[in-house]
């Protein structure tokens, strides 16, 4: 798949909100969502250089494997990136999403796309002020405050902040040189955002179905592939 513009990127995230009645301003209960869409969700231990795996059966069924290893913050992030694999793209074969695929194109999409869906540009223009936005001059109380109502991590709501071009190049340097857990507890935060969660946690209709595969052994690097195929057949 070729890179997307990202006013089609934005587009696609709108209507993704629009088709399950989300606001363009409203944060995204993520598991009530996986539940709605159906897709079948387990946080697996993985490896640090995974971030998650998806994948569409040739029937219609999703599936998607979030490496609980990652931050919540991150986990999240992760979450809406597979959504789009999994509802923007036709290929069928599991997709696997690791620091070492991050520039292919399919992955640029998909990370735009989440970004966009989790920090919808209307949600984020209505909590910020006119002078901040103009200024570009975002206070840091704010960058945690955004972090904390949206749910992602602090490289998301930069990364985010700077697409927009609500955030100046220097202030995007500064905060993300700070440790996001320390700052955030120090501004009186619950800090549960910014650590590992989820572990074995399944979500969706076939719990049971998964939960039975996913007890026959711990997933390992040289195996994972073949768990998800053997999901793909059941499903399929």
Not at 186 to 196: C, F, I, P, V
């Given at each position: 798949?070729?890179?997307l513009?990202?006013?089609i990127?934005?587009?696609?995230?709108?209507?993704?909100?629009?088709?399950?009645n989300?606001?363009?301003?409203?944060?995204?209960a993520l598991k009530?969502l996986l539940?709605?869409?159906?897709?079948?969700t387990s946080?697996?231990s993985?490896?640090?250089?995974?971030?998650?795996i998806?994948?569409?059966?040739?029937?219609?069924?999703?599936?998607?494997?979030?490496n609980f290893?990652?931050?919540?913050g991150?986990?999240h992030?992760?979450i809406?990136?597979?959504?789009?694999?999994l509802?923007?793209?036709?290929?069928?074969?599991?997709n696997?999403c690791?620091?070492?695929?991050?520039?292919?194109?399919?992955?640029?999409?998909?990370?735009?796309?989440?970004?966009?869906?989790l920090?919808?540009?209307?949600?984020l223009?209505?909590?910020?002020?006119?002078?901040?936005?103009?200024s570009?001059?975002?206070?840091?109380s704010?960058?945690?405050?955004?972090?904390?109502?949206?749910?992602?991590?602090?490289?998301s709501?930069?990364?985010?902040?700077?697409?927009?071009?609500?955030?100046?190049?220097?202030l995007?340097?500064?905060?993300?040189s700070?440790p996001a857990?320390?700052t955030?507890?120090e501004y009186?935060?619950?800090?549960?955002?910014?650590e590992?969660?989820?572990?074995n946690?399944?979500i969706?209709?076939?719990g049971?179905?998964a939960k039975?595969?996913f007890?026959?052994?711990?997933?390992s690097?040289?195996h994972y592939c073949?768990l998800?195929?053997?999901?793909y057949h059941?499903?399929s």
């Amino acid at each position: 798949m070729k890179k997307l513009k990202p006013e089609i990127l934005e587009e696609f995230a709108n209507k993704f909100r629009a088709d399950n009645n989300l606001s363009q301003t409203q944060p995204i209960a993520l598991k009530s969502l996986l539940q709605k869409l159906n897709v079948l969700t387990s946080f697996r231990s993985l490896s640090d250089d995974f971030y998650g795996i998806s994948i569409r059966s040739k029937n219609g069924n999703r599936f998607m494997m979030i490496n609980f290893n990652r931050t919540k913050g991150r986990q999240h992030f992760t979450i809406c990136h597979e959504l789009y694999h999994l509802f923007y793209e036709e290929n069928l074969t599991p997709n696997i999403c690791s620091k070492d695929t991050q520039k292919e194109p399919s992955e640029v999409n998909a990370n735009y796309f989440a970004s966009a869906l989790l920090m919808p540009r209307e949600g984020l223009y209505k909590e910020l002020t006119k002078d901040e936005i103009e200024s570009k001059e975002i206070p840091l109380s704010k960058i945690i405050y955004l972090e904390q109502y949206f749910s992602v991590s602090r490289q998301s709501i930069l990364i985010r902040l700077k697409q927009l071009k609500f955030l100046s190049d220097k202030l995007f340097e500064l905060y993300s040189s700070l440790p996001a857990k320390s700052t955030a507890r120090e501004y009186g935060y619950d800090t549960a955002l910014y650590e590992k969660g989820g572990r074995n946690l399944i979500i969706g209709s076939f719990g049971e179905k998964a939960k039975y595969l996913f007890d026959k052994g711990k997933i390992s690097e040289g195996h994972y592939c073949e768990l998800m195929n053997q999901i793909y057949h059941e499903k399929s």
